[in-house]
């Protein structure tokens, strides 16, 4: 099975900073990858797919990339709904595995 | 609009059996595959299965292969996880998403595993 390492685990920061999660796989998995947002009770919510394809209604600020097997989810500048938990999952080859998941909190 | 309503979870012993169900709207069902994905309790998301549009391919996790079964009713926009020999470990939110890189998500529903 293919192995999703997601970095960081947890990440401190305050409204208006740019952060960056890598998520990084171990072969190609080619674009096939998503991210998703999570709020506490919720479900998820689609944010990227094909590494860098926009979910419907998501927000210029989240933007995603590849480079090889390295991939990163950037938010530009933070507002305050954006403090959640963040997953990417690749979808190439079956099983579907997410990474272990991004927890991002107010500093 | 997409609308995915799971349904069936609820408690269960160990060993026992359990039908959850998720009901799809809003989209044309048959156009897509569909996919279960579950959270145990303070974890992470796990992807538990796939099945193809016309349910001739389905795919499974490793940890429910032999155990779960997926399913699918294009005539009634439905899709269905049979659950057997349930484990302690099994115990999660149950979600059911759109695609197979889950656009839409259904509410979850949980399933407890416990004597």
């Known amino acids: 099975d293919i192995q999703m390492t997601q970095s960081p685990s947890t990440l401190s920061a305050s409204v208006g900073d740019r952060v960056t999660i890598t998520c990084r796989a171990s072969?190609?998995?080619?674009?096939?990858l998503a991210w998703y947002q999570q709020k506490p009770g919720k479900a998820p919510k689609l944010l990227i797919y094909?590494?860098?394809t926009f979910g419907r209604g998501v927000p210029s600020r989240f933007s995603g990339s590849r480079s090889g097997t390295e991939f990163t989810l950037t938010i530009s500048s933070l507002q305050p709904d954006d403090f959640a938990t963040y997953y990417c999952?690749?979808?190439?080859?079956?099983?579907?595995?997410f990474g272990q998941g991004t927890k991002l909190e107010i500093k | 609009e997409v609308h995915l309503v799971e349904s069936g979870g609820g408690l269960v012993q160990p060993g026992g059996s359990l039908s959850l169900s998720c009901a799809a709207s809003?989209?044309?069902?048959?156009?897509?595959?569909m996919t279960w994905v579950r959270q145990a309790p303070g974890k992470g998301l796990e992807w538990v299965a796939n099945?193809?549009?016309?349910?001739?391919?389905?795919y499974y996790v490793d940890s429910v292969k032999g155990r779960f079964t997926i399913s699918r009713d294009n005539a009634k926009n439905s899709l269905h996880l049979q659950m057997y020999s349930l484990r302690a470990e099994d115990t999660a939110v149950y979600y059911c998403?759109?695609?197979?890189?889950?656009?839409?998500w259904g509410q979850g529903t949980l399933v407890t595993v416990s004597s």
């Open positions: 072969q190609s998995i080619s674009g096939w």
């Open positions: 998403a759109r695609n197979l890189w889950s656009d839409h």
């Open positions: 099945i193809k549009q016309d349910g001739s391919e389905k």
């Open positions: 094909k590494a860098s």
């Open positions: 809003g989209f044309t069902y048959s156009d897509y595959w």
């Open positions: 999952q690749q979808y190439y080859s079956f099983s579907y595995t």
